[in-house]
């Protein structure tokens, strides 16, 4: 693909545009169909009501969890992809993902997840930061990149096989069925407890990423140049990932597993930046954002008895997607 | 004082030695030469003098101060390290790559400014690269990005750039381009390091030369002290045809010793 690159304040302005109308655009979909400013009047004046409820308890919410939730996956993508310079990178290859989704699933397991809202989502950011824990024991101060990769791919095979492992003596069928569900990856019926307990976990993590962005540009021409040029490559590293396994643990958190956003993403997004990672980060995050608001907007719009699951789409439509994209720009890869 | 020196430095990988009480000095004006046979040391020689890597034991300076001492930004103002077949794993554009070398002015926060672009532009002039600024890097020939990751070194306005086989696998034409910018360079307050294969653009070049060996310096001095058949034959293991002439020393590889196990 030959896109010349676009003016990076005008691309980024773009893009916060098209966001907002997005946002505008879900907070007016819905099962029920309510009047938008009647809904912000009534809260206003502290008016108890059914409009003012679905807005702010429901349609909000959610719609603010799948911006901040796709902002992180494709945020994350861009920042593995540039620090491994590997265009396959995915946010759940240094293992944190299934790190995460396995506190959750020991939580539906045991029963704990009616104990208190919070123990859900606290469960799943312990399974983040304990894959992120084993990730440093297995690898320490190593010098290799690869090593570090071999590492996240034992650790999600570790947690995959817990998981396996639940669902195989889940109590029930019920308890079954909410795992799976669960694993699939959502944000209906969210409330602002997820959005709080999610967002500092996510905010430290883009930030961690963001400060990252002229190391990876450095990278770009191999570890030993960004070394040459003043960067302390072991040390960033650690930011990076720490940033990458504290946001994307949070993200997995409140709604699961949400396929195929960090992969795809930036590789929608690379040619419009001149394939520059630092450029590419926050780009990456905005286009995350308004594609898994778009498929939260189709999930709901369908009528089903059963809401299909926001995970299931991402995949229906990202993989061949990506598939398109490899053919497409085979030649411009290495 | 030397620009650049190493005194008793000893470099080991996972406790296999790999330099062993290695004196180097570059001085003011000087294009000095590593030579040596592969596995000498000379990578790792250029790695300890970039600071990318740290000695065992021994001190590398640069103007009388510790390298250690040096913050790294501060460090890669000053020294520009070329890596040996260097190449950009995204499609940049050249101006892109260039402007990576001014990464060491710059504030994680802020945007490239108008001092940076006119330094690109100039660094893209020196290197006879201004043609192509705009085409992707990845797709020019190895000769056209070497002289891309010069220039990405010239934007940093390095006062000492160390360059590692800069003119390993380029046809003869990019391999002169090359070393005369290189040449150019060395002059002033300004000094290079180059590895070197080829021993006559080595003897053409450079004012000095180093003659490592498995990890120990064999001997170092003028081109015509070290580029001695007795020596060449010593360290490389080789019988050479070694003409001097008003052009300068040319070295011609003529058979193998058979007795030498390097």
């Known amino acids: 693909m030959n896109l010349k690159a676009v003016d990076a304040r005008l691309l980024n302005f773009i893009l916060l545009i098209a966001l907002l109308l ?119 101060q190593s010098r290799s990149i690869i090593t570090l990769i071999l590492a996240g791919v034992a650790i999600n095979a570790i947690g995959g096989a817990l998981i396996a492992l639940a669902l195989n003596f889940a109590a029930s069928p019920y308890a079954m069925q909410e795992i799976l569900f669960w694993l699939l990856g959502s944000v209906a019926n969210r409330s602002f407890r997820e959005v709080q307990i999610a967002l500092p976990f996510m905010l430290l993590g883009w930030a961690m990423m963001l400060y990252c962005g002229r190391f990876l540009n450095a990278l770009t021409l191999g570890e030993d140049t960004a070394k040459s040029l003043g960067f302390d490559v072991v040390r960033l590293r650690l930011v990076l990932i720490l940033g990458v396994a504290a946001s994307v643990g949070a993200a997995v958190s409140v709604a699961g597993n949400i396929g195929f956003i960090g992969l795809v993403v930036p590789h929608l997004v690379r040619p419009f930046v001149g394939y520059e990672p630092r450029r590419l980060l926050f780009a990456s995050a905005l286009v995350g954002a ?33 598939l398109l994209l490899i053919l497409k720009s085979r030649n411009t890869l290495q | 004082m030397s620009l650049l020196s190493a005194t008793g430095v000893d470099y080991s990988i996972d406790r296999i030695s790999i330099l062993n009480a290695i004196d180097f000095q570059l001085e003011p004006g000087e294009l000095v030469g ?52 260097a190449q950009a794993y995204w499609p940049f554009s050249v101006e892109k790559v260039v402007g990576l070398g001014r990464i060491p002015y710059q504030k994680w926060w802020r945007q490239s400014s108008a001092e940076d672009q006119s330094k690109i532009d100039q660094a893209l002039q020196m290197t006879e690269t201004l043609a192509y600024r705009n085409r992707i890097v990845t797709t020019l020939s190895g000769g056209e990005q070497t002289l891309v990751m010069l220039a990405r070194i010239f934007a940093t306005e390095n006062q000492l750039i160390l360059a590692d086989e800069p003119v390993a696998a380029l046809d003869p034409y990019h391999q002169l381009h090359v070393m005369e910018i290189l040449r150019q ?55 050479c045809q070694i003409e001097c002439n008003e052009k300068g020393v040319s070295v011609t590889p003529l058979n193998r010793i058979s007795e030498h196990h390097p």
């Open chain 1, 22 to 140: 997005v946002l505008v655009l879900v907070v007016n979909v819905g099962a029920v169909d309510i009047h938008l400013g009647k809904a912000l009047d009534d809260a206003w004046h502290h008016r108890a009501s059914i409009e003012s409820l679905i807005f702010f308890d429901i349609r909000l919410p959610r719609a603010l969890l799948a911006a901040l939730v796709g902002a992180t996956l494709g945020l994350a993508g861009a920042a593995l992809q540039g620090l491994l310079r590997n265009p396959l990178a995915e946010p759940g290859i240094i293992g944190v993902s299934n790190g995460a989704a396995l506190g959750a699933v020991i939580v539906f397991y045991y029963g704990f997840a009616g104990f208190a809202w919070f123990v859900l989502p606290l469960a799943g950011l312990l399974g983040a930061l304990l894959a992120v824990l084993l990730i440093f024991l297995l690898v320490g």
């Open chain 1, 290 to 322: 308004i594609l898994l608001l778009l498929a939260d907007v189709a999930v709901q719009s369908m009528s089903a008895t059963t809401e299909m699951k926001l995970g299931v789409i991402t995949s229906l439509v990202g993989a061949p997607f990506f």
């Open chain 2, 34 to 85: 590593l030579i040596g046979p592969n596995g000498a040391g000379k990578s790792s020689l250029l790695r300890l003098l970039t600071g990318i890597e740290a000695p065992d034991r021994g001190e590398i300076q640069i103007d009388g101060q510790l390298l250690t001492d040096i913050s790294p930004q501060q460090r890669a103002r000053i020294l520009g390290y070329l890596v040996q077949g």
């Open chain 2, 185 to 239: 360079h060395a002059s002033g307050q300004r000094a290079a390091v180059v590895v070197l294969h080829d021993l006559s653009l080595a003897a053409r070049f450079c004012d000095r030369l180093y003659l490592l060996s498995h990890g120990k310096l064999d001997c170092c001095g003028s081109v015509t002290e070290v580029l001695t058949g007795e020596n060449i034959a010593r360290v490389y293991g080789v019988d």
